[in-house]
């Protein structure tokens, strides 16, 4: 990003984070509105957004509802921070009815040109009877051509006439709340969530389906994907594992206080341990966080802890720390979060922090640790609430694992 456009739009968000309320002249209307990431090859990225006269939001991705309550306005400029995500929006009023700006995330240098415009209830245009039906499970190939960037998934989808949702399961997580339309046999899907934006482009029959996916303006890569209704991934907890030569994971990272924390630690003796490695900027991990939050506030009278290691792409050591405060107070996190590298984000770099695995293959992943301190299990990825009975399993097998766990 230009560095005088990252300088100057930092000051105007310093500038206008004073407690505002916005004037006569300048104010989101409250009610529907649609917004917009433009993207290459003239595509729109479009979702979906409620306004309320306190000037709070709520975006909607099929059925995640993301609530917005940090919009400051000042003059003619519109700034919307997300929820535990670095990304922001800075917009300005063209008209009453119309806003026009970037989506920003600073730290990897981002912008994404965005527009919104009130009143528009629909996603994607409805424009033509579908001629098929992709209700079901679908094999998927990403990136097929290419060695290096390949990878399989898994598409899960429900369609009620032209209206589409669903996702993709890869091996390390999910593609978040798809939704969109099938026009004739072209489909259109997209989800935003403040952190990652994903558009899906092409076109389906009854039993193939080829086309493109976008992530933000700075990534494409075609798929294809035949109906597949017995198909499943590969097991998540055979991904990642200790190397030879190593019996124990080890680590001592900082905390918030300046404290180096370790599983040598009193409160993880004889305990339950699930290690989450992880990062604030990542909308798989917030979900995981959100069920260990949960998980964690109904069994901590047991001998039970829990540990992040959060990898950070945030440029200094203070501004990784203000996003893991961000995340720790939004969700109530009452369990350390560790700063175990920040600058980025690079799984290598992380697996150079952690060398007794094998890789690190997955922003989240979790290490299973008994109470003796052994590695009893490491699950790669997280299935979240977009992949439904995925996630509903996840939750069970969890909870059984570590029961076991608790009564050895």
């Not at 175990?340 to 989240?364: D, I, R």
């Amino acid at each position: 990003m230009n560095k005088f456009i990252t300088v100057l739009l930092v000051g105007l968000i310093l500038f206008s984070c004073k407690d505002e309320k916005p004037n006569k002249e300048t104010f989101l209307k409250s009610g529907p509105w649609k917004a917009s990431l433009l993207l290459p090859d003239n595509k729109e990225l479009p979702f979906l957004m409620e306004v309320f006269e306190d000037q709070t939001l709520k975006i909607f991705n099929a059925e995640e509802v993301i609530d917005i309550d940090e919009v400051r306005i000042k003059g003619d400029s519109v700034f919307i921070n997300f929820p535990v995500f670095e990304g922001y929006v800075a917009a300005k009023f063209e008209d009453s009815l119309t806003i026009s700006g970037s989506f920003i995330k600073e730290s990897l240098d981002r912008v994404v040109p965005f527009k919104g415009s009130y009143g528009e209830h629909d996603r994607f245009e409805i424009v033509s009877k579908p001629i098929s039906d992709i209700t079901g499970n679908w094999e998927a190939v990403f990136s097929p051509e290419n060695p290096e960037d390949r990878y399989i998934a898994k598409g899960i989808f429900k369609q009620n006439g032209n209206v589409v949702t669903g996702t993709f399961r890869t091996t390390t997580g999910d593609y978040r709340y798809l939704e969109g339309v099938l026009n004739e046999d072209k489909f259109e899907l997209s989800a935003f969530d403040g952190a990652h934006a994903f558009l899906f482009t092409g076109q389906a029959t009854d039993s193939t389906m080829s086309g493109y996916f976008y992530s933000g303006n700075h990534w494409k890569e075609p798929f294809v994907a035949k109906r597949n209704e017995q198909y499943e991934l590969p097991s998540e907890d055979s991904l990642t594992f200790i190397k030879e030569g190593y019996d124990k994971l080890e680590f001592s990272f900082p905390d918030a206080k300046g404290n180096q924390v370790s599983l040598n630690d009193e409160r993880f003796k004889g305990k339950v341990t699930m290690v989450q490695i992880m990062g604030t900027w990542c909308p798989n991990c917030m979900d995981e966080t959100k069920y260990y939050v949960d998980y964690y506030a109904k069994n901590k009278d047991k001998d039970i802890e829990f540990v992040a290691l959060a990898f950070e792409y945030a440029k200094t050591s203070e501004k990784a720390f203000k996003s893991i405060e961000r995340l720790r107070s939004k969700l109530k996190v009452e369990y350390p979060i560790l700063l175990a590298q920040f600058g980025t984000s690079n799984k290598e770099k992380a697996q150079e922090k952690l060398p007794m695995l094998n890789h690190v293959l997955s922003y989240p992943t979790t290490v299973f640790i008994d109470k003796k301190g052994d590695v009893r299990k490491i699950h790669t990825g997280f299935n979240g609430p977009a992949t439904g009975q995925k996630y509903i399993d996840y939750k069970n097998e969890f909870e059984s694992f570590v029961n076991q766990l608790l009564k050895e």
